[in-house]
């Protein structure tokens, strides 16, 4: 949020399915995190886009909410992917 992480977890660490709740000046969010997907579940933001970006499954994938300025990604343990051919070029937060 605001270019700082505020949470970073395993995702293999999870034995059961969490709700993270972000509070800021900007707004509210819940995001749904398990073993197997990650996704903006309720957002107080206008339009909703950081919701209807779905759940994130995959390395690379992420969901970004501009009005409460949060970025939601799933990374590797060692920050890269898990393609060989793929480079990261920016990593915005």
Do not use: W
């Amino acid at each position: 949020m605001d270019g700082q992480v505020i949470l970073e977890r395993e995702m293999a660490d999870f034995t059961e399915p969490m709700e993270y709740r972000i509070t800021s000046a900007d707004g509210e969010m819940v995001i749904y995190l398990s073993s197997e997907k990650v996704y903006v579940k309720e957002s107080s933001c206008p339009d909703k886009i950081c919701m209807h970006t779905g759940e994130l499954t995959k390395i690379g994938e992420g969901a970004v909410c501009l009005p409460n300025r949060v970025v939601v990604q799933i990374i590797s343990g060692n920050g890269e992917t898990d393609d060989p051919d793929a480079k990261v070029d920016v990593v915005a937060r």
